[in-house]
């Protein structure tokens, strides 16, 4: 190890062994969603997505998350509007509904998840606990509580440990940060309990009936041969729809004849790229921003300058970035491209066969 990685896994020690010693249990089951890498795997559309599964299998979902660079402080309910959500219990105050309270991704999981609270807490357990004393459970649906960016939150038990890995760019370098990308050892997915590979094509047929491709089958193989007694499911994305600050929609196919600029902030603006190319999107100009950025006035001029002078009709980004992006003054030709997190069914019955209702 580089001197630099020493003291980072050193730091590292210290926080697992500190964790392990204080972990607590919530009564309820727990599903964790993480990686060992960071940023840029799609946790979010995953955690939707598993969100959206739990509904329909009788249980009533609450999402936990740190609301990275949200400054909103202790356990809060994410909120899509200013409106109280029905039966909660808590202090007015403790609802937040912007990105700057709450962090980008927890207001687009609130955003398109009606009915499912999110719990922003750096601190997941007392986010459970809260979630529990100011939200009542559907009748005859027991809490589950689904852990957003979990694996390395060894404070909390979780029921079933899913790591996604970035298909077009599993491990980096292989090395630790600061060095690299890897926030822990790779042998630490021994604790994993599920690997899906995130990104992946279809082999064909239509977006409910294809297959998925494993483009990287090098990867897969490394994963059944290192850990054989876990499963390794496949996942991808499909484009659902283009939206704009005012709720417009237009469908993906017609975009494709059209003059766009893109632009995102994103962690792997490759990825974003990678989507445009499948839906035969070619923008005649590309700006990529630092993941997680903060759009301003200034930003935006630039943006729509550059589309103009390059004679685009539409501007094109990601849901996460026009979650910022709808605090400001927008043309309604800001378009977002909704996305939809897919994978084999057997993925979800293993997922739940592992917790029960309790």
């Known amino acids: 190890m580089n001197p630099l990685e020493i003291l980072y896994y050193a730091g590292y020690l210290f926080k697992k062994r500190l964790s392990f010693a204080y972990r607590k249990r919530l009564p309820g089951p727990v599903i964790s969603i993480g990686n060992v890498t960071v940023g840029g795997t799609g946790k979010t559309p995953a955690v939707i997505a598993i969100a959206e599964e739990s509904l329909k299998r009788g249980f009533s979902p609450v999402i936990l998350t740190r609301g990275y660079r949200g400054s909103a402080k202790g356990p809060c309910l994410v909120s899509a509007s200013k409106t109280p959500p029905v039966g909660f219990k808590g202090e ?22 009606k009915g499912v609270p999110v719990i922003k807490s750096a601190n997941r357990n007392e986010g459970g606990i809260f979630a529990i004393q ?28 899913i790591v996604l890995i970035d298909g077009l760019n599993p491990f980096g370098n292989r090395k630790l940060l600061p060095m690299g990308i890897l926030r822990e050892p790779l042998g630490e997915l021994k604790r994993a309990d599920i690997f899906v590979i995130t990104k992946c094509g279809r082999d064909g047929g239509t977006e409910k009936s294809g297959s998925f491709r494993n483009e990287n089958e090098e990867l897969a193989s490394e994963l059944r041969n290192a850990f054989p007694e876990k499963p390794v499911y496949l996942s991808g994305y499909d484009v659902v729809r283009a939206v704009n600050k005012a709720g417009s929609e237009y469908a993906p196919e017609a975009l494709q004849d059209k003059r766009v600029f893109a632009f995102c902030g994103i962690a792997h603006p490759e990825s974003f790229r990678r989507t445009l190319s499948s839906l035969s ?72 066969g592992r917790i029960s209702k309790k």
Request: a negative charge; proline letters at 5%; hydrophobic letters at 40%.
């Open 281 to 352: 999107i070619r923008p005649a100009g590309f700006k990529a921003y630092r993941d997680h950025h903060f759009y301003t006035p200034s930003d935006v001029n630039y943006l729509e300058t550059q589309a103009k002078e390059l004679q685009c009709e539409f501007m094109l980004t990601t849901e996460k970035d026009m979650i910022k992006l709808k605090e400001l003054e927008i043309g309604d030709n800001v378009l977002s491209l909704a996305i939809r997190w897919n994978t084999d069914a057997a993925f979800y019955d293993d997922v739940f």
């Open 134 to 161: 100011s939200l009542a459970p559907r009748e005859g649906a027991p809490f589950l509580f689904i852990l957003d960016d979990g694996f390395q939150h060894w404070v909390l038990h979780r029921d079933a440990d």
């Open 92 to 113: 007015p105050s403790k609802i937040i509904y912007t990105s700057a309270d709450a962090g980008d991704e927890p207001v687009l999981m609130a955003g398109r998840l």
